[in-house]
């Protein structure tokens, strides 16, 4: 344990986590994809922009109840297994269910000013909204490196820290 009540853990590098981040919504892609074509299958929704806030909804939904299954499960997504991240409390403890839901709305911080500012600012362009949500993206990524353990300002405030995290493999039989 350090000084300040937290259990030492090697912390994964800026880079790794936004390659886990990426790899992340790679696979969400999918998660996305299925989610919407039951929600249009459900609703009989045949037009994209018929019932488009409730879609946008019953997504956000799917995608809050991925993280909090997986992150109070395991601590670990699928890309965070990948990538050997995982995300404890700041004790080192496994998430409960209602630290990994806090964790998971505020993560919504890495986007957040970013679209804001694409819709004060008017902004239609995909190429402009792109680049402002990549901008914003390394911009909270770079804010890390203000916090002692490198940690994301969601995970300060929730009390979680993502730590690098190996599989112990099973050690081989000694040869007879």
């Known amino acids: 344990m350090t000084a300040e009540g937290s259990a030492q853990f090697d912390i994964p590098g800026i880079w790794r986590r936004l390659a886990c981040f990426l790899y992340e919504g790679v696979l969400l892609f999918g ?3 299925i989610a919407g074509y039951l929600y249009s299958a459900l609703t009989q929704q045949r037009n994209a922009l018929e019932g488009r806030h409730g879609l946008m909804a019953f997504l956000f939904l799917v995608l809050t109840m991925y993280f909090v299954w997986f992150w109070s499960h395991g601590g670990q ?3 965070m297994r990948a990538w ?8 080192g403890q496994p ?18 000013p970013a679209t804001a500012t694409a819709w004060l600012a008017g902004l239609h362009s995909l190429g402009a909204i792109s680049a402002l949500l990549v901008a914003g993206v ?3 990524a770079a804010l890390a490196r203000l916090h002692p353990r490198r940690q994301f300002l969601h995970d300060v405030v929730c009390g979680t820290q993502l730590v690098t995290w190996r599989p112990v493999r099973p050690r081989r039989p000694a040869a007879a």
Do not use: E, K, N, P
Request: hydrophobic fraction near 60%.
């Open 84 to 91: 050997h991240v995982r995300v404890l409390r700041a004790d």
């Open 95 to 112: 998430l409960s269910q209602g630290r990994a839901l806090a964790r998971s709305l505020l993560s919504w911080i890495w986007f957040l």
């Open 77 to 79: 997504t699928v890309a």
């Open 138 to 140: 390394f911009t909270y």
């Open 31 to 33: 998660v996305v994809m």
